[in-house]
């Protein structure tokens, strides 16, 4: 049902959009800069063809968030045979219980007969296991060209436990579900055990947005609320405050329509909860969200209101920048998901042009990032939908469009996508279509909306 949906969603979006007329440019621009193909080798690792199959002109900002196709946008990188998405979904699928032991990528990928020669450092920087900044910098830099097989070595000793939280294909979301039910047998786990396994059960199933995984998720949450009714003496503080932060973000994505004031409420008192268990991070997680829902909700904001909001959400990202410690992923990942919070709630209060600019600091923060350390490329769904919404309501609606095209290729691209702001897509696409006197296909991407569980940003409401 829901690659149906963003398919007919995309092939309405598709006559806006300029996206095969830019990958037709690709091949005469990277010409034009390295040369014919068959001089090529690849900026990180030196291969070349016949060694590899192919060495292709990677877009460095990709065409999928609006990146050009010029020569300074263009570096050749090899292509390997396998789909690293799918390569890496095999791994994890079939080592994420044992990737807490430190098992690294290369030996998974051994143990499964693949050969990390056949994975191309194209596919690498697709994956996101090879930050932007560091594609970058090697463009301005062509003589280093073919001199840093250090980069792509580093990806391959990258242990399973930082890509399995990160990366998250669905499958392996389904996977883990299944191994955190098992896990709930065990008569040996302690009472505080056993309600953190059930809330990370709804945790995974809330992340896979499917109405069947939906009603698992709430199902687990009636239960453990009815269990702290008698129980709660026994359960950490910082557990339950995690656990309403669960409830909250259930109650945001419904397969009806989202209980805001139900979520606003659970968010404070997970405040009031991480709080009193000294949780200074949980804290400002939910600070966030509560900020992000009570942006939602408002049918207006004013510039007191504005201020207010933006003061909390200030607060909690002192808090996440004084918590990044090396490998703190949550905390570098939360402030940038906090960037984009802020500039939705910039877009509700009508300040376009703030927004635009918090949108680019997002990006520059993102594109140094690998999965590693907190990039996810769910993240530039979001930020392609905020600047869509930025974009329409300065009356850009060609680049508001085009945006919307780009991030439904984001969603299609691979396996595991995350499918939080896909309604969001199709609400804003509604309503430039409206905009532009379009009525027909405003009502057709109206449709498609209705049919779609609800997204996350709440910028664009049915």
Known sequence: MKVTLLRELSKLLEPFDDLMRERRKTEYNAKAAFGPRHNWKCAICGRSMPAVPLIAAAHITPLQECGSTTQENLIPLCEGIRRF??????????????????????????????????????????????????????????????????????????????????????????????RLKRTLKDSALSPADWFNRRREIISAARRLTSIRYLKMAKRHSNELEVYLTSRADVIPLKSQSQFLYEKALLFMIDDKEPNLQAAINALEKSCDLATQGDDVLGWAMSRLE?????????????????????????????????????????????????????????????????????????????????????????????????????????????????????????????????????????????????????????????????????????????
Not at 167 to 178: C, D, E
Not at 370 to 378: H, K, N, Q, R, S
Request: aromatic share 6%; with cysteine.
């Open 85 to 178: 998405c799918l390569t890496l979904a095999s791994a994890l699928d079939l080592f994420s219980p044992q990737s807490d032991s430190g098992m690294l990528l290369r030996t998974a990928l051994t143990t499964l007969g693949m050969n990390a020669d056949e994975l191309g450092c194209h596919k690498l920087l697709d994956g996101g296991l090879i930050s932007r900044k560091q594609i970058r910098q090697l463009r301005t830099n062509t003589n280093g060209w073919g001199k840093h097989s250090g980069i792509r070595e580093a990806v391959f000793d990258t242990p399973l436990c930082k890509l399995n939280s990160e990366y998250s294909p669905s499958s392996a979301r389904i996977r883990t579900l299944a």
């Open 290 to 462: 509560w900020v992000h829902a009570s942006t939602w909700a408002a049918t207006e904001i004013t510039p007191e209101y504005f201020d207010q909001l933006m003061n909390h959400q200030n607060e909690a990202i002192q808090i996440l920048i004084r918590h990044r410690e090396p490998g703190l992923l949550l905390a570098i990942r939360w402030q940038l998901n906090s960037l984009v919070h802020r500039a939705e709630l910039e877009v509700k209060a009508g300040r376009m042009d703030a927004a635009l600019a918090t949108i680019k600091c997002a990006k520059e923060l993102r594109d140094k990032l690998t999965v590693t350390e907190g990039w996810a490329e769910f993240q530039a769904v979001h930020l392609n939908t905020t600047e869509a919404a930025a974009c329409a309501l300065k009356s850009d609606f060609g680049r508001s469009l085009k945006l919307l095209s780009r991030g439904l290729v984001l969603m299609q691209a691979g396996v595991g996508k995350r499918p939080e702001g896909y309604k969001d897509i199709a609400n804003c696409a509604a309503w430039v279509f409206e905009q532009r006197g379009n009525s027909e296909l405003a009502g057709s991407v109206r449709s498609i909306a209705d049919r779609m569980v609800d997204g996350r940003s709440g910028l664009w409401r049915s």
